[in-house]
């Protein structure tokens, strides 16, 4: 929810990153409250609509940097 209401102020201009995304902690540290699944899901979406492309590190607790899209970012919007 940060990333989307970030994004919409026009705050995030160009790389973007997450921590705590390694795909691999599903299956090593369960915590009931916080499913690693649907997190890593939606950063996949956020990858698919808003951004050119990413690197994703997946060992230890996993990194991702991500660069936004220029053509929709609403960081880019004329005033």
Sequence with gaps: MEFYKLYEKGA???LISFHDTSRLREKTMIIPDEPQDK????????EQKYCRGGIEFCFSRGLR???L?????????KL
């Design 69 to 77: 899209r220029q053509d929709i970012n609403p960081a880019n919007r």
């Design 65 to 67: 940097i991500m660069q």
């Design 12 to 14: 995030l201009t160009d």
């Design 39 to 46: 997190y890593v899901e939606e950063l996949d979406k956020i």
